[in-house]
């Protein structure tokens, strides 16, 4: 960014990722060590967004505790009074700016109480990084702190990695797609079990599904590791530390064709199968001629994306199959994922987006997009965070063959919509 400040942000938080990775772990509590309001904006951020309730709690630190405790009180204090109310199987403990700044040793703070609970630190400051960085930093530490070195394979196993930016519906798609090829899939995290919007017995409690703390104990014995996503490709090169047995496959972004072609014919190879299954092959018939189909509507079409990077790649890569002619793209934070875009690339906010507004038709954003897009009179597509004015978000799937013909055909209905 080449501005001295940010205005009218685009970014999001690291601990808002890290929060987001725990909630994705069955039976966890995040234990956010921070002020009181970092935890509540985040918990209706996410409430609203997902229509779900969230699963948070907060050290609460306030003026008097940063000087005087050294972080060993606040989190204990914390801890003893999440497990007076619930019983939870692991507590992810993530830091905000205050804290860091401060320097709560948390590693510390974490060993003084693994007697009494199951515990995984990680240091997410909001003065670096984002959404997708914390998010990953949370793996990170999850893969680091909990899995257990292996020698030995299951061929039958396969570990997805995905983005902070893959919905609940994408991650669940994914897996489905990988269990095609006779493989048993574990995603970490897991959200399409517990934000997918499922009417659960008691929700809020804690996270009201994910993988378990048992199933990611062993999951260095999986055949297979899938990263999806820049941002968690050194997710999964730690797993191959934890067991160099394991083969990994990395994809930046599994939107549209070439992508999809690539993914399935990784999977072909790697399990030595010469043909996919049908509905594989149904599917990617169906995108060739949605890519016929909405050509006209896209075709030529100027259009601007402010998303997370690997959401950025992802939607660039869909849309530009038809035609699209993306002029410029504006990521919150800095990524190696935006290098291969030969657009206009913009590390800034949503004055940037106006900026670039009015020579493009259409604006692929969050919710905060609408009121630009409604003064400058252009089209909007809604994505990544937050989505507050529809339902549903958690299902909406962009990913492989399918993903992809119902972003094409959702985008080509907006445009024609746009110019009528």
């Given at each position: 960014?080449?501005?001295?400040?940010?205005?009218?942000?685009?970014?999001?938080?690291?601990?808002?990722?890290?929060?987001?990775?725990?909630?994705?772990?069955?039976?966890?509590?995040?234990?956010?060590?921070?002020?009181?309001?970092?935890?509540?904006?985040?918990?209706?951020?996410?409430?609203?967004?997902?229509?779900?309730?969230?699963?948070?709690?907060?050290?609460?630190?306030?003026?008097?505790?940063?000087?005087?405790?050294?972080?060993?009180?606040?989190?204990?204090?914390?801890?003893?009074?999440?497990?007076?109310?619930?019983?939870?199987?692991?507590?992810?403990?993530?830091?905000?700016?205050?804290?860091?700044?401060?320097?709560?040793?948390?590693?510390?703070?974490?060993?003084?109480?693994?007697?009494?609970?199951?515990?995984?630190?990680?240091?997410?400051?909001?003065?670096?990084?984002?959404?997708?960085?914390?998010?990953?930093?949370?793996?990170?530490?999850?893969?680091?702190?909990?899995?257990?070195?292996?020698?030995?394979?299951?061929?039958?196993?396969?570990?997805?990695?995905?983005?902070?930016?893959?919905?609940?519906?994408?991650?669940?798609?994914?897996?489905?797609?990988?269990?095609?090829?006779?493989?048993?899939?574990?995603?970490?995290?897991?959200?399409?079990?517990?934000?997918?919007?499922?009417?659960?017995?008691?929700?809020?409690?804690?996270?009201?599904?994910?993988?378990?703390?048992?199933?990611?104990?062993?999951?260095?014995?999986?055949?297979?590791?899938?990263?999806?996503?820049?941002?968690?490709?050194?997710?999964?090169?730690?797993?191959?530390?934890?067991?160099?047995?394991?083969?990994?496959?990395?994809?930046?972004?599994?939107?549209?064709?070439?992508?999809?072609?690539?993914?399935?014919?990784?999977?072909?190879?790697?399990?030595?199968?010469?043909?996919?299954?049908?509905?594989?092959?149904?599917?990617?018939?169906?995108?060739?001629?949605?890519?016929?189909?909405?050509?006209?509507?896209?075709?030529?079409?100027?259009?601007?994306?402010?998303?997370?990077?690997?959401?950025?790649?992802?939607?660039?890569?869909?849309?530009?199959?038809?035609?699209?002619?993306?002029?410029?793209?504006?990521?919150?934070?800095?990524?190696?994922?935006?290098?291969?875009?030969?657009?206009?690339v913009i590390i800034g906010d949503f004055e940037d987006v106006e900026n670039e507004l009015?020579?493009?038709?259409?604006?692929?954003?969050?919710?905060?997009?609408?009121?630009?897009?409604?003064?400058?009179?252009?089209?909007?597509?809604?994505?990544?965070?937050?989505?507050?004015?529809?339902?549903?978000?958690?299902?909406?799937?962009?990913?492989?063959?399918?993903?992809?013909?119902?972003?094409?055909?959702?985008?080509?209905?907006?445009?024609?919509?746009?110019?009528?």
């Open positions: 960014m080449t501005k001295p400040l940010q205005i009218n942000p685009l970014k999001l938080s690291q601990p808002m990722g890290a929060l987001l990775a725990f909630l994705g772990i069955k039976n966890t509590m995040p234990l956010m060590h921070g002020a009181q309001g970092c935890a509540s904006f985040s918990k209706v951020f996410f409430t609203r967004h997902f229509n779900d309730p969230i699963a948070v709690q907060t050290t609460a630190v306030n003026d008097i505790t940063a000087i005087v405790d050294g972080g060993d009180y606040s989190i204990s204090e914390a801890v003893k009074n999440i497990t007076k109310k619930v019983k939870p199987d692991l507590v992810g403990l993530f830091t905000t700016g205050l804290t860091e700044t401060k320097g709560d040793d948390i590693k510390g703070a974490a060993y003084l109480l693994k007697d009494t609970q199951k515990m995984v630190y990680v240091h997410t400051p909001d003065f670096e990084g984002g959404l997708e960085s914390g998010f990953a930093k949370a793996i990170e530490a999850i893969i680091e702190q909990l899995v257990e070195p292996q020698n030995n394979i299951d061929e039958r196993k396969a570990l997805l990695i995905p983005n902070v930016n893959m919905t609940p519906i994408e991650i669940e798609k994914l897996k489905e797609q990988i269990s095609l090829f006779g493989f048993e899939p574990f995603a970490l995290p897991d959200l399409s079990d517990s934000l997918d919007g499922h009417l659960g017995l008691k929700q809020g409690a804690l996270s009201s599904g994910g993988i378990s703390i048992e199933e990611i104990k062993k999951l260095a014995e999986c055949a297979l590791v899938i990263s999806v996503g820049n941002s968690v490709e050194k997710c999964a090169q730690m797993m191959k530390e934890k067991n160099p047995s394991l083969t990994h496959l990395h994809f930046d972004s599994l939107g549209g064709l070439s992508n999809s072609d690539k993914f399935y014919k990784a999977l072909l190879e790697f399990k030595h199968i010469d043909t996919p299954s049908p509905s594989i092959v149904r599917w990617r018939k169906r995108l060739q001629d949605a890519l016929l189909d909405t050509h006209f509507a896209i075709g030529g079409a100027n259009v601007i994306v402010a998303l997370e990077p690997d959401q950025i790649l992802s939607v660039v890569s869909t849309i530009t199959e038809a035609g699209a002619n993306v002029k410029t793209v504006i990521s919150p934070t800095k990524s190696s994922a935006l290098d291969t875009l030969t657009c206009k009015e020579q493009n038709d259409l604006l692929i954003s969050n919710f905060h997009g609408e009121r630009l897009t409604k003064k400058h009179n252009k089209a909007l597509m809604l994505r990544g965070f937050p989505n507050y004015e529809g339902l549903g978000y958690q299902l909406k799937n962009d990913f492989l063959y399918e993903g992809s013909t119902y972003l094409l055909f959702e985008i080509a209905n907006i445009l024609e919509h746009y110019k009528h």
